[in-house]
């Protein structure tokens, strides 16, 4: 099945008119069809992949796992940072699911456009981490690990395990690069899986700070995964004997 994205007056529209239109996002009935009547709205992409359903029920880590699997080798990070593509999916396949698992947040323009859109008219690196289908795949794509067979979705797990740490980890200045991610996300599991104490909420946060700052005086993205995965463990032991 191709994967459609809207065209860009269409996403605009919808953009533009959260307010008119704020009703449609507290209930599961679709109405995209029928708000686009007449005029086209949307088009194929090259992008051929058979679409998992999503449900609340099982929970984001079974959900990234089907997502990801699905558009693993045909999706890539250029491609996943166009907002058209995700709020199309979010206001058509994932319309039901979207709805169910973020009603909380449809009382206010703004977290609506996070979570049916991308944050803006453009899309915005916070954006794609909250967008209701697009987080689940740049959770995976960030920490999918292709050298560890018995589990390749063992920071995944860890990342999800607590809503404070996915949070400093994905919305910060790096977390787009995948090397960087993984590499904290690594050093936190092997402290957590080695030391009597493992990381707390204190010691993750003044390391993503830590890795922030870190970036302003050398190039980052020029690190491997290990790179970072030394610099966080020094980080966080060299904090716990302060």
């Excluded at 979570?115 to 209701?132: I, P």
Aim: with cysteine; glycine share 4%.
């Amino acid at each position: 099945m191709k994967i459609g994205y809207f065209l860009e007056n269409a996403y605009l529209d919808l953009f533009t008119s959260l307010q008119r239109n704020i009703e449609h996002y507290k209930t599961t009935d679709e109405w995209i069809k029928e708000y686009f009547k007449g005029r086209h709205y949307y088009k194929d992409s090259p992008i051929d992949a058979n679409l998992p359903a999503l449900s609340v029920e099982v929970g984001d880590i079974i959900n990234v796992k089907m997502l990801y699997d699905s558009l693993k080798g045909k999706l890539n990070p250029k491609q996943a940072s166009q907002p058209r593509l995700w709020s199309y999916l979010t206001h058509t396949q994932y319309w039901k699911y979207s709805v169910k698992r973020w009603s909380k947040d449809a009382d206010t323009i703004a977290k609506l456009r996070q979570r049916f859109f991308c944050g803006s008219e453009r899309g915005n690196r916070r954006g794609f981490m909250r967008n209701s289908v697009a987080q689940l795949w740049w959770f995976g794509y960030l920490t999918y690990q292709e050298d560890n067979p018995s589990n390749r979705y063992i920071l995944t797990e860890l990342l999800l395990s607590n809503s404070d740490l996915c949070k400093c980890v994905v919305e910060v200045n790096f977390s787009m690069n995948k090397n960087i991610t993984s590499g904290i996300l690594l050093a936190i599991k092997e402290i957590n899986d080695t030391q009597k104490n493992e990381v707390t909420r204190e010691e993750w946060r003044a390391l993503c700070k830590y890795i922030n700052r870190k970036g302003a005086v050398c190039i980052l993205d020029a690190l491997t995964q290990d790179e970072i995965k030394e610099i966080s463990l020094n980080y966080i032991m060299n904090l716990r004997k302060r």
